[in-house]
């Protein structure tokens, strides 16, 4: 007897996470990117805390998520387009380690 697969929905963009999904994620909704430096600073304080030197930019992070994390992290100016280099390679990925890790936390509840 062979096993069914249930179907797998991605949901890409802006509020994505807050749209149909909001109500059937654990442990809760995703942050929309103006709320994501405080999780991230809750959730990994030793470096995005208070105590982290990424804490001196908070305000850029909260403000824009995504540009700061271009400029501060990646090294790239916002303006390049993909593929051009800006970032060091290791440096770059070492820079999404936490994000990766947050996000992986989420899961659908089921429902």
């Not at 062979?2 to 809760?28: C, E, M, Q, Y």
């Not at 440096?91 to 380690?97: I, P, V």
């Amino acid at each position: 007897m062979g096993s069914k697969i249930g179907d797998i929905t991605f949901l890409f963009g802006a509020g994505a996470s807050r749209g149909g999904t909001s109500n059937h994620v654990v442990p809760h909704t995703p942050p929309l990117m103006t709320e994501l430096y405080g999780q991230l600073a809750h959730r990994f304080p030793d470096s995005w805390g208070h105590l982290s030197p990424r804490a001196l930019n908070s305000r850029r992070y909260e403000q824009d998520f995504e540009k700061a994390f271009v400029e501060l992290e990646l090294g790239k100016a916002p303006g390049l387009p993909p593929g051009v280099p800006g970032a060091p390679g290791l440096q770059a990925l070492e820079a999404q380690r936490p994000l990766a890790v947050y996000f992986s936390e989420f899961l659908l509840n089921g429902d």
